[in-house]
Structures are given as C-alpha cells and as structure tokens.
C-alpha cells in the first residue's frame, strides 16, 4: 500500500464515517479544526504525506496569477482562513477563503446545512456566516508569516446581511481594505461574491452589474492606491439561476470592460425542479452531483461567448458537481482553464485531487 492509497484508507473508513455521524456543519468544524491543529502542532508534513500528489506541480496563469496546478478549493470550504497552511500542503493549486463580510455576523439560524449521501449533494443556507473581515486578515497574516504557502490564495468579499442595497459596495470595499494589505502582491486575488443565494437581495445586483462593478472597480482602485498596493486580481462568481445566453452575454461583456480577471461558474442552485428530482425540500443552495449538469450547460456558454471574434476573453474557472476525473474533465472540455472543489471532496476525500492532477498530467 502506497503513501496515497494509505491517506484514503484512512479517510474512507476513519475520518469520514465519524464526521458522517455527526450533523453537516459540526463534521465541517470538525474537519477545519482537525486541519488547524495539524497546522499548530507543526504537523503539515503528515498530511504531505498521506495526501499530497506527486504530480501537484502543473503550474498555468489563471486570471492572471500563477496557480500551482490548475485544480483549487472553492470559498465556503475554509470560511475564515484558519487552515490556509493545511490546504497548502494537500496540494491545491489555489485556496479561495471566505466569503468574508467586513463585520463578524453569526448567519442564518442553524440548522442551515444538509447533506445528502444518496445523491451526493449538499443544501446550505449559511447566510455568510463570518467572523469578519478583520480577523480573517488576522488570521491570513499569521498562516503567510509562519509558513511557505505555495498555493494562491483569494479572498471572496461579501456584504453584511443588514447592509442596505444601495450601500453593497461600501462592504465589499471595507472588506477590500482590510483583507488587502496582507494578501501577497502578484501572488493572489480578491472575489466578488454576488451570487450567493442566502444573503436576502444579493444576486439583484446582477441587474445592475455595469453600475455595481463600476463603482467597485473606481473605489478599489483609489483605496488600494491610498495603502500604496496594486489591485490584486478581480473574480466574479455568477450563480446558474435564471440567467439566459443573453444574460451571460452582457456579464462577459461588463466584467471584460471593466477589468474582471476571471469568472467563476457556477455557485450554488436555488432551481426548485433539480430539488424535486432528487426529493429534497430544504431551502438554500444546492451544491454537488445534482447542480452538475446545470453548472457545465452555464460553462458551455460563457466559453462559446468567449470564442466570438473580437471578444476580449476572461479566463473561466468551473465548479459544481466536481467528485470525479470524468467531472473534471466534462469542465474542462467544457471550457474550464481550471476547476474548484468543495462538495465533491466531502463525498470523496483528498485522493479527488490527486485522481484529478494524475489524469490531467497526462494530457
């Protein structure tokens, strides 16, 4: 039995059946306070060791920072930055943290996220649960000032759920000033995270998408240049509700404009139909197996968009449904230049990212 087959071993029939006993979000604290005390106790050479791929270094430019390899873990997975260094040293090529709002706020009530063996999927409702965007930056300056973190690392901004709507971008800014003096310049990037469909009126803000980014862009760029930092790169995550070709179209063409790095698609479903086909009846976002499809179907358009003459091209990262080679792969032949894991890796364990990187190492 070799170092990998002895990590999954491990995670199979260890690790997994007791979070599985355990209710969704406490195995979710679980696993970040498992990862955080293998950090502490200086302990990141085990989980190299049980989980890193001999194949982690397949280095590409994505939304113009340089990802170790092309596959990274989607935000909600480390919410407040605490495991940084852990997930570092599993092997992801990128490690998207939050979302972060700039005052701490508890969420929704609890219980606020489900979990689906059956169908491989997760419901959640979390309501961007976050300790804030001051002891996340907190938290990111500790895990840069004692470890080598190879992995790019990015920060989803959200707002509070108080914050009126025509004020949204005064958070995502106040977020922004916080989180960015201790980001690694031409190292990491920032995302705008607009599609989340637990925070009551977010996803709204599509419809005013030219104006919002405008704002945001104008203000980022004076309040970075007030720190005397560069404005790191910029992602938008679009949701893959009721949004049409046209509707992509005119995203595309706003984020190009106004300097978007790349889009990520797909957050979470609200799509009632999917829910019924699988006999779930929690409110929140749908996440794994069963938002496959729709999240590749979403991703097959942006790229066709992508490939029009004279269009300026965005560079776009998938998710949704990802817990095998063969889902992976779907992404990317769907025009993915790289994918983010987070469902798939509950249901499958760290050897999703080893599986994923031998495969695509291959090519």
Known sequence: MDRLQLGNVLWQRVFQPHLFRKDAEAAHQATIGMLVRLQGAGLLSVLRFLYQSPYVEQPGYIGRVRWRNRVGVAAGFDKHGEAVAALDAIGFGAIEVGTVVPRPQFGNERPRVFRYPDCRAIINRYGFNSVGAHAMAENLARCFASNRIRAVVGVSLGKNKDTPDNRAVDDYIDALSVVLPVLRPGRDYVKVNISSPNTPGLRDIFQRLDAFLAEFFKRASDTAAKLGLALPPVYLKIPPDMLNYSAFERIMAVSGNLGVAAIEATNTTVDATIKRQHGLTEVGGLSGAPLRELATKCLTQLNQINQLPGWH???????????????????RNAGADAIQLYTGLIFEGPILLHNILDDWRRE
């Open 313 to 331: 091209r965005l560079d776009l990262i998938g998710l949704g449904g990802i817990d095998s080679v063969d889902a992976a792969s779907e992404k």
